[in-house]
């Protein structure tokens, strides 16, 4: 899952929890809404139980360029470590969280 903020804009706090939460990204029928479709959105909320899924912010900056930060569960930047992310590898090309 992405959510795209501009520059500094915050997560914000929602009734479903904080933006990119996993509580925030399953309520309300927010992934129905955005497939379109009960089938598909199933197969999301599977593959979010069996801890198959990502939640980054992607932050395009004043300048046009892009910041990406990988979440954890709770929608809070993760730490900058080597196994930050299961899909991007730190400090190789396309990898720089």
Request: avoid cysteine.
């Amino acid at each position: 899952m992405i959510e795209y903020k501009f520059d500094k804009s915050a997560l914000g706090s929602t009734n479903d929890g904080k933006q990119g939460s996993l509580s925030w990204i399953t309520g309300n029928g927010r992934i129905e809404k955005a497939v379109g479709s009960e089938k598909e959105a199933d197969s999301i909320l599977a593959s979010i139980k069996a801890d198959r899924t990502e939640t980054w912010v992607v932050r395009t900056l004043p300048d046009g360029s892009t910041k990406l930060q990988v979440l954890d569960g709770a929608g809070n930047v993760k730490k900058v470590t080597d196994d930050i992310s299961k899909i991007l590898t730190v400090g190789k090309a396309g990898g720089q969280p």
